[in-house]
């Protein structure tokens, strides 16, 4: 079984490579690839060994530590295409604040709403950034920041919300609870703001995505209390993870062209990543996939981290799978040694098992 294990290895990377992961970071060290802008700038995090995480914007092999805001603790969440960033970071009292950082600026506190703490999670070409905040009596709402003010984006009855996206029209995204408490994904907009978008049957969804042509992604409850990825396209709600057999499934990201990227996580199973272009749905298996899926840009770079069994690595990968790799004569060699493997293994599984049925001894 070792040997068969290790023709499908081979099999496995007789095709193109996969990008190299990471920042650069020890090996004693995670790190997480959060955004990518159209230059490249990759805006993630570097955790040690100590669980100490640090904002860091990585290009071109380098990368370079965002600071704090007086505390130990920081992590990007987003980078515009000017190179603007947004995230989390300790200040002096150990407080969470939402940020914005540029190269001439650096780190700048955005404030709360009247809380203790803040997280920026989204920002558009304008530099404004949504996220979510700490209100005066301790629960928190999304907000809206345009580089002057917070703006509170409220709720739908309920205590709580959040911000997860933002378009370049200034559409926020993300979950908003209801009076009896269960949440549903909403779009803001200053004219009208806060929608409902409903969920595909069951109590609960939540707006994780959205593009500039308005269209929404994220996931939601169906009527038997499974999660499933969806589409909104300002009219409805639809169901991706209905083309998707098993498992749960969450949309994370849409681009331009409307191509979305999500996780499905099945039982206790690595997560997959999965891709819905064109109408089609296509499952990255293991190897091509992420073990967090976060966006997928406009040319098609799907971001995240995969995990290597005992840390995590910031990696982008092709959205698409290549299919250009052609087979070569030593390709037929493997996989005819990986069927005669698996001939033989099977026959020796027999006669083990008829060996067991009859009472003999089963070493062979």
């Not at 169901?239 to 949309?251: E, P, R």
């Not at 992420?290 to 005992?310: M, N, P, Q, R, S």
Request: glycine letters at 14%.
């Amino acid at each position: 079984m070792r040997t068969t294990m290790i023709l499908l290895a081979a099999l496995s990377l007789s095709g193109a490579a996969m990008a190299q992961p990471g920042f650069g970071e020890s090996r004693f060290e995670h790190s997480l690839a959060a955004d990518i802008n159209p230059a490249g700038l990759v805006a993630g995090e570097i955790r040690n060994e100590d669980g100490q995480r640090r904002a860091v914007l990585y290009h071109r092999g380098q990368a370079t530590d965002l600071g704090t805001l007086g505390g130990t603790d920081s992590y990007s969440t987003a980078i515009n295409a000017a190179g603007t960033v947004t995230g989390g970071a300790l200040d002096g009292s150990n407080r969470w604040r939402a940020f914005r950082w540029n190269r001439d600026a650096g780190m700048r506190d955005l404030g709360t709403l009247g809380g203790r703490s803040s997280l920026g999670i989204a920002i558009n070409q304008a530099g404004h950034i949504a996220g979510y905040a700490d209100i005066e009596d301790g629960n928190f709402h999304a907000f809206v920041h345009d580089g002057a003010k917070m703006t509170d984006l409220g709720t739908f009855g309920g205590r709580t919300s959040y911000a997860t996206a933002m378009n370049n029209g200034g559409t926020v995204v993300g979950a908003a609870q209801l009076e009896n408490g269960y949440r549903h994904a909403f779009a803001w907009t200053p004219a009208g703001g806060m929608r409902d978008l409903g969920t595909l049957g069951g109590r609960l969804s939540v707006a994780t995505a959205i593009n500039d042509s308005g269209v929404i992604v994220g996931a939601a409850e169906t009527a038997d209390r499974r999660w499933h990825a969806f589409l909104h396209d300002g009219k409805k709600m639809v169901d991706l993870g209905a083309m998707i057999k098993q498992g749960q499934s969450y949309a994370t990201g849409i681009n331009a062209a409307g191509d979305v990227v999500g996780t499905i996580r099945y039982r206790d199973n690595a997560p997959l990543t999965f891709v819905y272009k064109d109408g089609r749905m296509r499952i990255h298996q293991n190897r091509n996939a992420l073990y967090e899926t976060g966006k997928i840009t406009d040319d098609g770079k799907v971001v995240g981290a995969h995990y290597t069994g005992h840390r995590y690595q910031a990696l982008s990968v092709p959205s698409i799978v290549d299919l250009s790799y052609k087979t070569k004569s030593s390709d037929y060699l493997l996989l005819a040694l990986l069927v005669l493997m698996v001939g033989w293994c099977l026959q020796k599984g027999y006669v083990h098992w008829r060996h067991g049925v009859l009472g003999k001894p089963s070493v062979y």
